[in-house]
């Protein structure tokens, strides 16, 4: 992470501008700059000291020749990391390892579960194939029964229609015979009286053509 990642988080972290986190970052490193240039001991608890050191003159070792070089006496800075900052890196270390491992564990589980599930639930898929079978033939049946049962009623209520159909023109008939015997009774009576009425008027002409 560099410093314009640094300003990045800072930003995020705080919900505040970049520019804000920008000028959050640059006052605390001045003031730590600050004080170690001034020979002051810049302690934050948990995180760490930042102090300056002295470094007297050496002989350094050129490491591209090989050659010896002598290097003056200097004030340099130094940090020493807290105990807290020590602990959370060695136990982040810790935590990725674990959780690789648990990763891995995880995946091993479920890849065994899947191979273990796939011929259950192929042996479950057969077993249930004969009930899904008996269930649908059943369906069918009720089906066809019921539609027998539906058949046969209207059958029975188009017969009994038919029935009363026929009662009702058997009674139209019957009711219809009394009145042509009675008309056929009538008849004959007329045919008689209009004869008897013929031979009177008959009888009446000739004994008038006698009298005269």
Do not use: C, H, Y
């Not at 290097?71 to 990391?81: G, W, Y």
């Not at 056929?184 to 009888?203: D, M, N």
């Amino acid at each position: 992470m560099n410093k314009a990642q640094l300003i990045d988080a800072v930003a995020e972290k705080l919900e505040v501008s970049r520019r804000a986190a920008g000028e959050a970052v640059d006052a605390v490193l001045d003031g730590i700059t600050g004080a170690v240039v001034s020979g002051e001991k810049v302690s934050l608890t948990g995180f760490g000291t930042f102090e300056s050191a002295r470094r007297p003159a050496r002989i350094a070792r050129n490491p591209r020749t090989g050659d010896q070089v002598k290097v003056a006496a200097a004030t340099v800075p130094k940090f020493r990391a807290g105990q807290a900052f020590k602990d959370e890196v060695n136990g982040a270390k810790k935590s990725a390892a674990a959780k690789k491992a648990a990763a891995a564990k995880r995946s091993t589980t479920a890849s065994a579960a899947k191979k273990t599930a796939a011929p259950a639930r192929a042996t479950a898929a057969k077993k249930a194939a004969p009930a899904k079978k008996a269930a649908v033939r059943k369906t069918t049946a009720t089906k066809a029964a019921s539609t027998r049962t539906t058949t046969a009623k209207k059958a029975a209520v188009t017969k009994a229609a038919a029935k009363s159909t026929a009662k009702k023109s058997v009674t139209k008939k019957a009711a219809a015979r009394p009145v042509s015997r009675k008309t056929a009774a009538v008849a004959p009576a007329t045919k008689t009286a209009a004869k008897k009425t013929a031979a009177k008027k008959a009888t009446a002409k000739k004994t008038a053509a006698k009298k005269r």
